[in-house]
């Protein structure tokens, strides 16, 4: 059974055995979980094998950019792990994400497929060193709408532009948001952030949390804090 909770747990670990030992202090009825560079790198499909054999869905968050033949060859190998999402970079362009969302209709496979873009970490300055003049904000509209244009399922966004995607995009437009932070947690190196509450109120549909719960002393204790914050949504 899909959970109906938002929440998506980040296990950013070196190493399989640290994550499975922080997904088996997690249920997967009332989350999901993200699987980052580092890890499925280090561990490769053993690590989407142990949590799907755990009851866990899995968020692949490789952020493919490549040629479009490339990329949809990915995604479609993700797709076949069973993998609930993936995701790539909207900058890649219509002809790469148009690409990656025909190889997924035409090998019938249902993983959502969604766009990064603007990362979370970013600022104005760092735009404008890529030659890019426009704001964050800008940015990530134009990306999304190309994304949605080129048939993608949503986007990652800050919870800051989930609510003008909201507006442009509509709602059933999946707007994945990292960068959040419970009322109880740091900011860590995130630049644009929100606590679990303002994302979903601002227009977000799932939200990307790591530290705030795998650093816990309790992870479900944790966990319950932040479904405490978003009850009142």
């Known amino acids: 059974m899909s959970p109906s909770s938002p929440l998506i747990i980040a296990l950013d670990y070196p190493s399989l055995d640290a994550a499975l030992c922080m997904a088996d202090q997690l249920d997967p ?8 560079k580092e890890l499925f790198t280090r561990s490769g499909p053993a690590v989407l094998e142990a949590l799907h054999g755990r009851g866990f869905e899995v968020f692949l968050d490789l952020k493919f950019h ?37 190889r997924l209709e035409e090998q019938r496979l249902s993983t959502y ?31 999304a709408a190309l994304a949605q244009q080129s048939g993608l399922d949503g986007v990652v966004c800050s919870a800051h532009e989930a609510e003008q995607l909201r507006s442009r995009c509509g709602d059933a437009f999946l707007k994945v948001t990292p960068g959040i932070r419970p009322s109880f947690a740091a900011a860590d190196d995130q630049q644009r952030i929100m606590t679990p509450a ?33 009850a009142g949504v």
Do not use: Y
């Open 29 to 36: 009825e009332r989350c999901r979980v993200k699987v980052g």
């Open 113 to 143: 497929l969604i766009g990064v873009t603007v990362l979370t970490s970013m600022a104005a300055e760092d735009l404008a060193e890529l030659g890019v003049e426009v704001t964050p904000d800008a940015q990530v509209v134009r990306l």
């Open 66 to 102: 490549d040629i479009p033949n490339t990329v949809a060859g990915a995604v479609q190998a993700a797709a076949e792990q069973g993998v609930w999402m993936v995701n790539v970079h909207a900058s890649g362009g219509r002809r790469m994400m148009e690409a990656a969302v025909k």
């Open 198 to 230: 303002q994302a979903m109120a601002a227009g977000s549909t799932h939200l990307v949390i790591g530290r705030p719960i795998t650093q816990a002393k309790d992870p479900m204790a944790a966990l319950a804090l932040v479904e405490q914050e978003l």
